[in-house]
């Protein structure tokens, strides 16, 4: 079953990559708009001189790794997939609205510990997630920028478990990766704009994520991309405060630095 003649397994593996450099390319578009720049969490100049790596590697990086999502994603549809052509029946609203939520648990519960693991293990970190952390300020596009085993795991590997422990459907795996992606997007966007509907609804924002990309927050704050309960029930919550920035702009300032 699908829409028209590409299948829902076709559009959930390839939808959310289209959406990923849509919203992304959107706040490149943004970017370019100085008046938009008293609400970027870090100046022009930071960004320049802070992130090590270029833009054009950061393209390549996340291609790498949408190359391997796409790559799993086939195989498991592959594994899983109705023999007959005839599709999954998509359930009652209310049970694909629970699926949704069991769905986000279940990926900010992987992401969390994996993504501990890597800050607590030297090793994993020195070879590994430390590719992420060149951004030290965060840019859309760069939201998947990370070593590809780090992508395999954190991304790739938890999104199929999100998919398998709740029993969704390819349709519904449309619509719930392509949110997840916007998500995760916004959340590396650089920006604290007023009227943001994700950044107003979820703790777990832009601003709390550009806490845990600093020096003194790379301890913290580890949850992603959804909800932040993982760092307050384990002690890894930094909170912060959105303030001016002297000379104009916005910051997130943490309110603990023990």
Known sequence: MGIGAVSDELLGTFVPIAVYWLYSGLYVALDGVGRLDGYRLHTREEAATKNVVSKAAVVRGVLVQQAFQVAVSLTLFAVIG????????????????????????????????????????KFLYKHIHSKHHTLVVPYSFGALYNHPIEGLILDTIGGAL??????????????????????????????WLPGNILQALFSNNSA???????????????????????????????????????????????????
């Not at 949704?100 to 693991?117: G, K, L, N, S």
């Not at 845990?212 to 405060?241: A, C, E, R």
Request: proline share 5%; with cysteine; aromatic share 16%.
């Open 162 to 191: 999100s998919f398998l422990v709740t029993g969704m459907t390819p349709r519904t795996s449309i619509f719930f990766f392509s949110f997840a992606t916007i998500k995760t997007v916004d959340d590396h966007c650089g920006l």
């Open 82 to 121: 109705d023999e007959s052509g005839a599709g999954q029946k998509q359930p009652p609203a209310l049970v694909i609205v629970l699926q949704f939520i069991a769905a986000m648990v279940v990926m900010d519960t992987w992401q969390y510990f994996m993504h501990r693991y890597m800050h607590i293990n």
């Open 208 to 258: 709390y994520h550009d806490i845990h990309h600093q020096l003194y927050g790379n301890k913290y704050n580890f949850s992603q991309p959804f909800f932040v309960m993982w760092d307050k029930i384990l002690g890894t919550y930094m909170p912060y405060s959105i303030e001016q920035r002297k000379g104009g702009g916005v910051e997130s300032r943490p309110a603990k630095l023990d």
